[in-house]
């Protein structure tokens, strides 16, 4: 048996420590160039430095995304950048584009390299390809079956690595490779700029009658019918495991730290639950299923894995996210009357019930008992976002203790 490595996305350094502290073996976030997530907030250099340390002083792993499909006026860029990564040191490079492997070759030979999805790896022929060039590892397509992956693993050398997709939003286009966004508003989704079309709403309009606009779908509103459901495998760790499938993979380089924290802590339990008991897993399936649940999500479907999906894996009628619970902001630190310090990511108040999310797996529910300034001075809640704030819970907290709150009316 293979043990997987949970792989977890990061936006922010926030957000790379919070994957480290609620159960991420490995963290993979993008510098500011040559990464598809160009809209996310991304890493300086003096982050990705920081967030490196940090991520190898919990024995975690950093994978940094150099996945853009180049032009040639990006080549140069890629050389001094990958001069700069030299330096940093990351775990891995994330690449799709021949030319910028090339470039990692000659310019940091000793990071490894690991092929994104974008280059739609489909066949044990291509992982064959990419492992002589000297790749350590290929993204598999999420096009492919579990039977496909299975197959892969059948046929490539032992020490080459599959890294899969198991959580997270699905792309209409073929492994992320779609023109849509270039075409309406001239953002390349391939350079990471890409502007989400395929979760707007759409009609159609017959050629003799200009402004007549007709819903694809019988609603009035029209129809999301690009929109896909979000990827969840939660169910499915046993096949995946079989399946030979060496690192499991979480979307959302544009989430929040709430979002990660769930997700992560989730399927670190149901790994580790599986590796030690099949029947401890099979019997905590419940109990995955309510917490993955508590992100953000579209509702959830298992993708291409068990055959081509069916129109029951679009959302025709909406492309809102269900939201059940807000992110608050993370405890970092205590002042000197021993309040616990964070920095402040929605408004909540005095004498409202909130919840702590630990990365043990527990969320204790709370009253605020007090919030104050930086200057020590009292308030009754916290409306400004991002301002560092101080806080009495009533119980003791630690760093990287995460603050949510239930929006649900049973909350």
Partial sequence: ?????????????????????????????????????????????????????????????????????????????????????????????????????????????????????????????????????????????????????????????????????????????????????????????????????????????EETRPGEYLPVYENERGTYIFNSRDLCMIEHIPELIDAGIDSFKIEGRMKTALYVAVVARTYRKAIDDYLKDESLYRENLPYYREQIAKCTYRQFTTGFFFGKPSEEAQIYDSNTYVKEYTYLGIIHGQNKEGLYGLEQRNKFSVGEMIEVMKPDGRDIPVTVRRICNEEGSDMESCPHPKQKIYIDLGIELEDQDLLRRCETAEG
Avoid at 6 to 18: N, Q, Y
Avoid at 67 to 84: K, P, S, T
Avoid at 108 to 131: C, L
Wanted: one cysteine or more.
């Fill in 1 to 205: 048996m293979r043990i997987p490595e949970l792989l977890v996305p990061a936006s922010s350094l926030e957000v790379l420590k919070t994957a480290v502290v609620f159960g991420a073996d490995a963290v993979y976030i993008g510098g500011e160039v040559f990464s598809l997530r160009a809209k996310s907030k991304n890493f300086s250099l003096e982050d990705m430095r920081e967030g490196i340390a940090f991520a190898h002083a919990h024995q975690v792993k950093v994978y940094v995304t150099a996945n853009i499909l180049a032009h040639n006026g990006d080549l140069e860029g890629v050389r001094e950048y990958f001069r700069e990564l030299k330096d940093i040191r990351p775990d891995a490079l994330i690449i799709s584009d021949p030319g910028v492997f090339d470039i990692a070759r000659e310019i940091v030979p000793e990071i490894d390299i690991h092929i994104s999805t974008q280059a739609n790896n489909t066949n044990y022929g291509t992982y064959h390809f990419w492992y002589h060039q000297g790749a350590k590892r290929v993204v598999t397509a999420r096009e492919l079956s579990m039977a496909e992956i299975k197959d892969i693993r059948a046929h490539i050398p032992e020490d080459m690595e599959i890294e899969t997709f198991i959580h997270g939003a699905m792309c209409i286009s073929y492994s992320g490779r779609c023109l849509l966004s270039n075409y309406f508003t001239g953002r390349d989704a391939n350079q990471g700029a890409c502007t989400h079309p395929c979760r707007w709403k759409y009609a159609v309009m």
